[in-house]
């Protein structure tokens, strides 16, 4: 990942919908959430969401999937993954000492 793609998914998580709807689908992984049941859990009209919705697909965030007559909405876990290396890769200098906090706060998610 460069600095321009970690910028803009940056930039589309930076409003609280979006960032609520991506953290609410990573809590539903791998199995997803209906476009529905998204604007639902965050009291929001489909049309507003929509647009929201839309912002995150176009970084590469989140990816839709037909299933039957609902649209199904998952996180890309590969992008997170990307940006969160990006991110934390040069933050030890060399010194892993320095990251051994985040890594374990990670790994206790799992």
């Given at each position: 990942?460069?600095?321009?793609?970690?910028?803009?998914?940056?930039?589309?998580?930076?409003?609280?919908?979006r960032l609520s709807t991506f953290?609410?689908?990573v809590?539903?992984?791998p199995d997803g959430?209906?476009?529905?049941?998204?604007?639902?859990a965050l009291a929001l009209s489909q049309s507003t969401f929509s647009t929201h919705l839309a912002?995150?697909?176009?970084?590469?965030?989140?990816?839709?999937?037909?299933?039957?007559?609902?649209?199904i909405q998952r996180v890309r876990i590969d992008a997170l993954r990307d940006l969160m290396t990006f991110l934390a890769k040069d933050?030890?200098?060399?010194?892993?000492?320095?990251?051994?906090?985040?890594?374990?706060?990670?790994?206790?998610c799992c």
């Open positions: 990942m460069d600095q321009d793609s970690a910028i803009e998914l940056l930039a589309a998580l930076a409003h609280p919908t953290r609410l689908l809590r539903h992984e959430l209906s476009t529905g049941e998204l604007a639902d912002v995150l697909a176009r970084a590469g965030l989140v990816q839709s999937d037909k299933q039957g007559r609902h649209f933050c030890c200098q060399g010194r892993a000492e320095l990251c051994e906090p985040l890594v374990a706060e990670l790994t206790t």
